[in-house]
């Protein structure tokens, strides 16, 4: 039985060394187990939820009975995510929150909670920066289309909103069926993108949508290091800028 994501998080904090750890993480890499954690460490990636605790009843249910996946649900993460759907209510996205929450294993929903605080290396104090390195932020959207096949959806990307559309033609026998179910229709989709979030490519599987969708910071809003100088040096530096804009005087 594949273990849980708080699992694998409890037991990268007991080793003791980084490689150790290193090699720990990349044995149980996973989609969900790299968001969960991006979510939390990368700055980047801003929670579009209240900061500190979520008032929502744990899930007492023995293991393996009446819980959700957070390896599946993580999915959703855009949902909860500045960037990830703008059209959803703010009311409703918290509910929903609450909803996947009181669905998971006690152990997994603390994890997503302290991801959402950015806390995660708090609650798992073998759980560094150091060890965790991703170079961009990357999650997906999926949409269940089935009856749809590629040539029936357009994908289309501008001033920062991502629109779906399913459009596929009418069939003969149509008009015999007072219900043919949702997905008969044609239909249209719209997300409000972040001012860096990209589309990097769709997939369509089993009936499944995947856009691939990555948060890429141009340079110059990119973090960077400042050296540290001496105080002789910078001394000499200022005194240098001083004695050049006399001598131009």
Known sequence: MDLL???ILEKVSKIKTKKEKVTFLKHYD?????MVIKSSFDPKIKW???DGDVPYTKNDAPEGTEHTNLHAEV?????YLEGGNADLNQNKRESMFVQLLEGLHQTDAEVLVAAKNKELHRKYKGLSDNVVKEEEMQYTLEMAVAGFKQEHIDIEVKDHILTIKGDRPARRDQNKYVHRGISARNWVKSFRLSEYT???GADLTDGILTVGLEVVLPKEKQPRKISITKNEEL???INSNES?????A
């Open 30 to 34: 996973s989609d969900a187990l790299r």
């Open 5 to 7: 994501i708080s699992e």
């Open 198 to 200: 990209e589309v990097n």
């Open 235 to 237: 001394s000499n530096d």
């Open 244 to 248: 050049a804009k006399l001598e131009s």
């Open 48 to 50: 579009a939820l209240p």
């Open 75 to 79: 999915r959703k993460l855009f949902h």
